[in-house]
């Protein structure tokens, strides 16, 4: 869909969020696998709050996603500084004890 949709890939919105953080956030995992294919690059691209992709994925307890982001490269250890947070505190301050 998004090769179809002739999206533009490293497009940010208002929060700085690519469309690699937007299907984190939905745990589109299909989408995931695309973006990352055409430009690996956004596994590490921040927003405006200093999450990345696997912050996001962590945060809603997308496993599959965050699994997949984590054979893809995504840093585990990513510090968002603005809430103190790396991917594994975000997951678990929501109750995701499974990621």
């Known amino acids: 869909m998004v090769t179809e949709l002739n999206c533009k890939i490293m497009h940010t919105d208002k929060l700085g969020r690519t469309a690699l953080h937007c299907a984190a956030f939905g745990g589109y995992i299909a989408c995931i696998e695309v973006l990352i294919m ?11 709050d200093q999450f990345t992709p696997i912050h996001i994925a962590c945060e809603r307890g997308k496993y599959d996603c965050v699994k997949y982001l984590l054979k893809c490269g995504a840093a585990v250890n990513a510090f968002a500084r603005i809430d103190d947070c790396t991917p594994l ?4 301050a929501n109750g995701h004890q499974q990621v």
């Open 38 to 48: 055409k430009a690996d690059c956004l596994i590490h691209k921040e927003d405006l």
């Open 89 to 92: 505190s975000c997951a678990q």
